[in-house]
């Protein structure tokens, strides 16, 4: 199974833009990239996903490099109540999706 | 939409014992998940059921697990025995697939604590 992976941790400022990298260099042809969040005290919630072209909703843009080998989600402009553990993932055969530890983000004011 | 719902929120249990923890999925969605959340281990998928049929089981860590889906409103997860590096938070989520987009909703978990 294709498997990704993600720094541990990032730290940004408060109204800064944010970008978060995401490796997947298995990554089959039907593979979407998904990516979740997860607030602390809460269980993951959706973000945005993406198979081959940039995508944009209005929580965040993901880009995804050419040979799909990487991506990036993009919060615009990093609020407080984005701190959270964002999970980059790749559809598992079937339909299951397995998360790992993400990446913790961090926002200062 | 009342979401998915899960309980308890908090469990403490004594080692030994057993333990079921309980879900509700969101009303038409035919897909449910069990996953278990720890510091070393980060978010694990245990079993998924679709049609309330288990699918996929491999992540079960041994025979103490077993998941029930005897309609598609509920699903149980049960510990017997309990140990006590069972202690977790443990997440229901449910989904339903539409094309190729089909988030995945998570209740807000169950922490089990197994002393």
């Known amino acids: 199974d294709a498997k990704t992976t993600q720094p541990n941790s990032m730290e940004s400022n408060e109204e800064e833009p944010v970008h978060l990298p995401c490796n997947h260099s298995?990554?089959?042809?039907?593979?979407?990239i998904h990516w979740y969040r997860q607030l602390p005290s809460q269980g993951p919630e959706y973000v945005i996903h993406g198979l081959t072209s940039n995508v944009n909703n209005r929580m965040a843009s993901l880009a995804i490099a050419e040979d799909r080998k990487s991506s990036t989600l993009i919060l615009h402009r990093a609020t407080l109540r984005d701190a959270a553990v964002y999970y980059c993932?790749?559809?598992?055969?079937?339909?299951?999706?397995?998360f790992g530890k993400g990446t913790s983000l961090l926002v200062t004011p | 939409d009342a979401g998915v719902i899960q309980s308890p929120r908090h469990e403490v249990t004594e080692m030994g014992q057993e333990v079921t923890l309980r879900c509700k999925p969101i009303?038409?969605?035919?897909?449910l998940f069990w996953y278990r959340q720890t510091m070393m281990r980060g978010l694990e998928l245990l079993i998924y059921?679709?049609?309330?049929?288990?699918?996929?089981d491999s992540g079960m860590p041994e025979d103490r697990f077993s998941a029930k889906m005897p309609n598609a409103s509920f699903s149980t997860l049960k510990i017997q025995p309990s140990e006590p590096r069972d202690s977790a938070v443990y997440f229901c989520?449910?989904?339903?697939?539409?094309?190729?987009?089909?988030?995945?909703?998570f209740g807000n978990g169950t922490r089990l604590t197994v002393t």
């Open positions: 993932i790749l559809r598992l055969s079937g339909y299951a999706l397995n």
């Open positions: 298995t990554i089959s042809g039907t593979d979407y």
């Open positions: 989520a449910s989904s339903t697939r539409d094309r190729e987009l089909w988030p995945l909703h």
């Open positions: 059921f679709n049609n309330n049929v288990p699918i996929d």
């Open positions: 009303s038409g969605h035919d897909y």
